[in-house]
């Protein structure tokens, strides 16, 4: 292919941003070192880091000074799907790493936090403190009693006090998991009942959008329906007392303990992450220290291009992965700045204010973000001093092309644009930021290092300028070791793997084009997707058909052209039920209280049935390609439905629409 054929891209980086670019110094020691190809820039290294797999990853542990306690016996001892074995052997722990940086005198006191609440002010923590308040907990974690592979939660939004508990369980060899307090009590303990903490850490409230949330009742909920906790952390946000039988926050971090860090197996497990399918209780996922921590190194230190000198802020709760991706901005020496609040109080640029305000060189926020700003007007790159980002990234749905321009034209004319896409499921990016490659308008820039993506046809057959299934043809060290509570591994190879055996599925439509870029068409499947968050419809059902007016429903997610998320709940009712304005606040009330906010659906519509499979099933995937244009014939095999007739409904609602 001639450079001819491509299209202009929007921005490209001059020589001296891509001679000063980590990846370049990667590369070229790479080839000294590990025979990686010296010349064809990224799309060389790409091909090597796939095709040679165990040597890539090798290469990214001695490039990042991985400290294995115990070294590692080979690389990639079984490359199957699922079951790839990665550095057999070894023993390493991921707090260790993260922080590294604290163990340097001259950094001691620079941030190594930089916390932000809605009032905008910003509070920092050093390295020595971060490592001191970590050294603290984990030694009253271990005080506690928590072994190795204990569950240890947090109920907490995005402050400080978070990444401590983390990285203490993390120190210790305890398993991590979180919810933000937003999510209402059922949708926790659907999550931390099947994990079995033995310690729950919770703030008494939150704050958002310029209001209290008062959490006390929630909390207590939690601690009657979890028989496994042996301890309560008490973090009084709200400024509350600890209640009866709550440890308090402040007690456990006092103390000048320098941490012990557990030496634990590569594919011990670091966390468990949740991600909803279509039914039954949302899916724990595992991932591994070792597997958490090479991935994060690549993903942050090459393709994000993050070290000492940078300031990483990505808006996010505790209960999104990014969240623990933000986290892991610490393994890299980067300062990390947490904000708690809400992403557009007290006006649309509030996010452009902290990012001011921290000094951010990468900032990363959602779509649907960056498209209010532009449907508000807001003007970053006038309003606010943002010469220190550098690079602007987002995620959660696909960046719509006015979205680039936006950044281009509002932001500043020499900025890097990463729309990034990955899941939950690996807690990293499939294909996104590489800092040495152009950005063409609407694309993801490439395919990340190590990650063999593909769009296959349903035949399994490749396909380039074509929309196709994302798949990953070679294991990635952050996949999951395992679901929680899966013993034969049904419910994780039925996830990924089910349509092509032996090859990751992940349920997206994309495509690539002929000059390598990515460009993410929404999802394949019927797993809800709003701000990168990943629910299940089974929750919404659960919740809404308690009430009795509501005989059925259904809910259908949908990414639109311009770059919105349209998420109605169809309702069928029972009979004598009407669906007035006090039905609605009902249905709403409900799923907000039960579930999150993020739930409540964006239109309530009342539909004369729901239709099914012959087997039962709620029909999502038809109803929602029938959404999105598609004609009935194609749209569903008419023999498989119970009703064809009742499809005629969304049909109609389709055209309506468009």
């Not at 990285?167 to 919810?179: D, Q």
């Not at 909390?219 to 600890?242: D, K, M, N, Q, Y």
């Not at 209780?281 to 942050?300: C, N, R, T, Y």
Request: include cysteine.
């Amino acid at each position: 292919m001639t450079s001819a054929t491509q299209p202009e891209p929007l921005w490209a980086p001059g020589p001296d941003r891509i001679a000063a670019a980590r990846i370049t110094a990667f590369q070229a020691w790479a080839a000294t070192r590990f025979g990686a190809p010296a010349d064809g820039g990224y799309p060389a290294l790409h091909r090597w880091s796939v095709d040679e797999l165990d040597t890539f990853w090798q290469a990214v542990a001695e490039w990042f000074d991985v400290r294995f306690t115990t070294p590692y016996e080979s690389v990639l001892a079984d490359r199957s799907m699922p079951g790839a074995r990665w550095f057999t052997g070894a023993t390493l722990n991921y707090a260790e790493h993260a922080l590294r940086a604290a163990e340097d005198p001259a950094r001691a006191d620079d941030p190594a936090l930089l916390y932000v609440d809605e009032t905008h002010e910003v509070t920092p923590v050093t390295w020595a403190g971060l490592r001191r308040q970590v050294g603290s907990l984990a030694a009253e974690l271990r005080a506690l009693g928590v072994r190795p592979g204990d569950r240890v939660s947090g109920y907490l939004p995005n402050i400080p006090e978070a990444t401590v508990a983390l990285l203490a369980t993390a120190a210790v060899g305890g398993v991590w998991t979180s919810c933000a307090p937003d999510f209402g009590a059922r949708s926790v303990l659907d999550r931390f009942q099947q994990v079995e903490p033995v310690v729950l850490f919770t703030v008494d409230g939150y704050r958002y959008g310029g209001k209290e949330h008062d959490r006390r009742d929630t909390v207590a909920e939690l601690r009657a329906e979890l028989p496994s906790l042996r301890a309560v952390v008490h973090i009084p946000l709200l400024g509350t007392p600890a209640p009866d039988g709550a440890l308090d926050w402040p007690a456990l971090t006092a103390a000048d303990t320098k941490p012990v860090f557990e030496a634990v197996p590569f594919d011990h497990p670091l966390w468990v992450l949740y991600s909803s399918g279509t039914t039954g209780l949302p899916k724990a996922i595992v991932q591994s220290q070792g597997g958490i921590l090479l991935e994060h190194l690549k993903q942050l230190g090459l393709h994000c291009d993050l070290g000492p000198e940078d300031r990483f802020f990505w808006y996010t709760s505790t209960g999104w992965m990014m969240w623990n991706f933000l986290v892991s901005g610490l393994l890299t020496g980067t300062t990390v700045v947490l904000y708690d609040g809400s992403p557009g109080y007290p006006d649309t640029g509030a996010q452009w204010r902290i990012a001011e305000r921290t000094k951010a060189t990468l900032y990363g926020t959602s779509a649907a973000y960056v498209m209010a700003c532009r449907k508000a007007e807001v003007h970053p790159g006038r309003d606010f001093d943002l010469s220190a980002v550098k690079c602007v990234a987002t995620t959660g749905s696909p960046l719509p092309p006015d979205g680039f321009r936006w950044l281009h034209d509002e932001v500043a004319g020499d900025l890097w644009i990463a729309s990034v896409s990955g899941g939950t499921d690996v807690c990293s990016c499939f294909a996104g930021a590489v800092p040495t490659l152009p950005v063409h308008i609407g694309e993801l820039q490439a395919a990340c290092l190590g990650t063999d993506l593909q769009s296959w046809d349903p035949s399994g057959k490749p396909v380039i300028g074509e929309v196709g299934e994302l798949v990953v043809t070679n294991p990635m060290p952050s996949m999951p070791i395992h679901f929680w509570n899966d013993p034969d591994g049904s419910r994780y190879r039925d996830s990924y793997f089910e349509m092509f055996p032996g090859v990751w599925r992940h349920g997206d439509w994309i495509t690539i084009t002929d000059h390598g870029s990515v460009i993410i068409h929404g999802r394949s499947d019927s797993t809800l997707n709003r701000q990168g968050v990943r629910m299940g419809s089974a929750d919404i059902y659960e919740a809404v058909e308690r009430l009795p007016e509501i005989k059925e429903s259904l809910v259908i997610g949908l990414e639109e052209a311009n770059g919105g998320y349209w998420m109605p709940l169809f309702v069928h009712l029972a009979p004598g039920a009407t669906l007035d304005e006090d039905l609605r606040a009902r249905i709403k009330a409900t799923i907000r209280e039960e579930l999150s906010p993020r739930h409540v659906p964006d239109e309530i519509i009342e539909v004369p049935g729901i239709p099914h499979t012959l087997t039962g099933k709620r029909i999502e995937v038809p109803v929602k390609r029938l959404l999105q244009g598609a004609p009935l014939a194609k749209a569903v095999n008419p023999g498989s439905v119970d009703n064809l007739d009742l499809l005629h409904f969304y049909e109609e609602l389709a055209r309506t629409r468009g």
